[in-house]
């Protein structure tokens, strides 16, 4: 590959990178993060591109949550200067693929936060609060 010219090559990795995107967005996973990405508002859609999180804010509080990738302990309330303030430890009953876990996770926030706050275990972020495991297709 690397004798052919820098726009063959670009080219070419172009559509690799389609060829695996599209298969990925094939299986559970994918799928669930397409979804998730449909419902997101193009503000936490950019977010969630460029920074792998994405914010939402709590409909009885208006407190503001960010959502890292994961299926628990993957929330935080962020203070004003968007530092993490607490850890919140809350998820779907069964086994569901991460986008549907992220998914539910903003509606609940969004739409009965105090519901959530009620059953969430909470925890002191710490240096290791987070680190993301896996790539997100």
């Known amino acids: ?3 052919l010219p820098p726009c063959e090559r670009s080219r070419i ?7 695996i995107r599209l298969g990925a967005e094939r299986t559970a996973e994918g799928r669930s993060l397409r979804l998730l ?16 999180y994405f914010e939402v804010v709590g409909g009885d509080t208006g407190r503001r949550y960010r959502i890292y ?11 004003e200067t968007g530092h993490p303030r607490l850890g919140l430890c809350f998820r779907t009953m069964g086994e569901l693929p991460i986008g549907d876990v992220m998914l ?4 609940a926030l969004e739409n009965c936060e105090s519901s959530v706050l009620a059953v969430a275990r909470s925890f002191v972020p710490g240096i290791f609060m987070f680190r993301r495991g896996r790539l997100l297709g």
């Open 104 to 107: 539910a996770q903003k509606i």
């Open 37 to 52: 990405r449909e419902w997101l508002s193009p503000v936490q859609r950019m977010q969630f591109a460029e920074k792998e």
């Open 1 to 3: 590959m690397s004798r």
């Open 69 to 79: 990738p994961g299926t628990m302990s993957n929330v935080f309330e962020v203070d």
């Open 13 to 19: 990795r172009a559509v690799r990178a389609l060829f």
